[in-house]
């Protein structure tokens, strides 16, 4: 089960899609904060205060591969890197969960500098003073600019009355002009979907 699909709280991340929206139908009964922080923020301050990280995080991780992880490899084909810059454009691709199971499913732990600089990538995501959280309210929408923020949701209760059930429509879309990607992330765009839009729902 994908974490949207349950109401447990999700880890900073980034989708698979260039522009992230995110449309309120109904509120739970309580929970379900929505944040968003900056990856070039975050990238900033490791650069100022960690730069030996940025040789692990431009090389990238192995990430489980949720279609195949029951069939064949289910790992990528090739380390994924988290940041990569082009144009001066910082770019960003983060999920730390599918980075943890890729190590596992390989059967190749994280080394102890690998975990370091994920473990303070992560602490990054929880600086209240680099965050912005929010609450959605029934018919607000938000966007962002997944490739360069990364978002997270808290956990949420839904109620036993359908207005209290929390439902929420998730829209992928891609930029009209390409966003200038790294070559480091590979063919794919960092896993951005091929197409213009992809609707999706999280309950």
């Given at each position: 089960m994908r974490g949207y699909e349950t109401s447990a709280y999700l880890p900073y991340h980034t989708?698979?899609?260039?522009?992230?929206?995110?449309?309120?139908?109904?509120?739970?009964?309580?929970?379900?904060?929505?944040?968003?922080?900056?990856?070039?923020?975050?990238?900033?301050i490791i650069l100022a205060e960690h730069p030996e990280y940025f040789g692990l995080l431009y090389n990238g991780f192995y990430y489980i591969r949720r279609e195949e992880a029951l069939t064949g490899n289910g790992v990528s084909a090739l380390p994924l890197p988290v940041f990569g810059h082009r144009d001066g454009v910082i770019r960003c691709r983060y999920i730390r969960n599918q980075i943890n199971a890729g190590a596992e499913k390989r059967g190749i732990a994280l080394t102890p500098m690998e975990r370091e600089a994920l473990d303070f990538f992560d602490s990054l995501t929880q600086r209240l003073d680099l965050r912005l959280d929010f609450t959605m309210a029934p018919g607000e929408i938000a966007f962002c600019n997944n490739l360069t923020t990364l978002h997270s949701r808290t956990s949420f209760v839904n109620g036993a009355e359908h207005h209290q059930q929390r439902h929420m429509l998730r829209l992928w879309l891609r930029f009209n002009e390409p966003w200038p990607i790294s070559p480091l992330f590979g063919d794919d765009g960092n896993y951005v979907l091929h197409g213009r839009t992809v609707v999706s729902t999280e309950t």
């Open positions: 989708d698979r899609a260039e522009l992230l929206g995110l449309m309120c139908l109904r509120q739970g009964l309580a929970g379900g904060l929505s944040s968003y922080v900056s990856a070039a923020e975050i990238y900033n």
